[in-house]
T-cell receptor
Framework: KAGVTQTPRYLIKTRGQQVTLSCSPI?????VSWYQQTPGQGLQFLFE???????NKGNFPGRFSGRQFSNSRSEMNVSTLELGDSALYLC????????????FGPGTRLLVL | SQKIEQNSEALNIQEGKTATLTCNYT??????LQWYRQDPGRGPVFLLL?????KEKRKERLKVTFDTTLKQSLFHITASQPADSATYLC??????????FGTGTSLTVIP
């Protein structure tokens, strides 16, 4: 089976812009979670989508949003980018909600200038 | 709120020795704990899961212990090899598929 794919892999934006990142889970997986990873804060949970519904949300401002499509692919959007949004954004897929094992994609490296 | 601490940000050991990484947590009683490996520029890869009623779990050269009284997990790599050099993360489950991650320990195995 193909693994989790994320596009794009690298992105450079300027402050105030918005960005959309995409994640395709492993075939058959219906849950997609998003994480932000920075050197100072480590991996922090953003949100989880299962069956096109947001099931959990981390402690991030409303500028961070996401959605999931009927084919389980997910997108996350960050509006009004700030310098502090520079990070590695990772998505993880699981078979369903409340799964113990999640499989991470390679991440999207976002740099905000 | 939950807090997860992993020992020293960086750990250097000689090839062939046993590497021991520590994960301590507070304000939490997880049903299980996970360990991941992350290589530079890549996403974390799941290694092992240990449940609260298990004292020890092994997988090839890896061994994990879980002490719910001390709120601590130890992760051992025996007969370490340069290919084991990576960052190792511990993770605790919250609700659903939300996990709390430690900041990781960067392990370097010196030939």
């Amino acid at each position: 089976k193909a693994g989790v794919t994320q596009t794009p892999r690298y992105l450079i934006k300027t402050r105030g812009q918005q960005v959309t990142l995409s994640c395709s889970p492993i075939s058959g997986h219906r849950s997609v979670s998003w994480y932000q990873q920075t050197p100072g804060q480590g991996l922090q949970f953003l949100f989880e989508y299962f069956s096109e519904t947001q099931r959990n949300k981390g402690n991030f401002p409303g500028r961070f949003s996401g959605r999931q499509f009927s084919n389980s692919r997910s997108e996350m959007n960050v509006s009004t980018l700030e310098l502090g949004d520079s990070a590695l954004y990772l998505c993880a897929s699981s078979l369903s909600h409340y799964q113990e094992t999640q499989y991470f994609g390679p991440g999207t490296r976002l740099l905000v200038l | 709120s939950q807090k997860i601490e992993q020992n020293s940000e960086a750990l250097n050991i000689q090839e062939g020795k046993t590497a021991t990484l520590t994960c301590n947590y507070t304000n939490y009683s997880p049903a299980y704990l996970q360990w991941y490996r992350q290589d530079p520029g890549r996403g974390p890869v799941f290694l092992l899961l240990i449940r609260e009623n298990e004292k020890e779990k092994r997988k090839e050269r890896l061994k994990v212990t879980f002490d719910t009284t001390l709120k601590q997990s130890l992760f051992h790599i025996t007969a370490s090899q340069p290919a084991d050099s990576a960052t190792y993360l511990c993770a605790l489950p919250n609700t659903g598929n939300q996990f709390y991650f430690g900041t990781g320990t960067s392990l370097t195995v010196i030939p």
